[in-house]
């Protein structure tokens, strides 16, 4: 059975900084797969940030570039994402997404609250 967990994430000031993590298992396809970080901010839908394929290349969403860096252990399994420089508007639930040969895998999603 294939499993998105996410962990990390925290509340810190504008102008910090976070870490969250996203480990996948449950098939040996993984690490060729693209997997993404979604977030859901409050009164938006539920958007896009950052994209890594298995073979590492990367996509960013406008809003954060710059200040998101998105890497990925393919021995672990797991995907990494490097906020920086964040500012109340990076607020919201951060959610890990496995494509897997077209079927997608959500994980739980992690809080991200940046407040003074």
């Known amino acids: 059975q294939v499993q998105v967990v996410e962990s990390g994430g925290g509340l810190v000031q504008p102008g910090g900084s976070l870490s969250s993590s996203c480990l996948a298992s449950g098939s040996i396809f993984i690490s060729v797969s693209t997997m993404n970080w979604y977030r859901q901010t409050p009164g938006k839908q539920r958007e896009l940030v950052e994209t890594?394929?298995?073979?590492?290349?990367?996509n960013y969403a406008g809003s954060v570039k710059g200040r998101f860096a998105i890497s990925r252990d393919n021995a672990k399994n797991t995907v990494y994402l490097q906020m920086n420089s964040l500012n109340p508007d990076d607020t919201g639930v951060y959610y890990c997404?496995?494509?897997?040969?077209?079927?997608?895998?959500w994980g739980q999603g992690t809080q991200v609250t940046v407040s003074s």
């Open positions: 997404y496995l494509d897997l040969f077209g079927t997608h895998y």
């Open positions: 890594i394929t298995g073979g590492g290349n990367t």
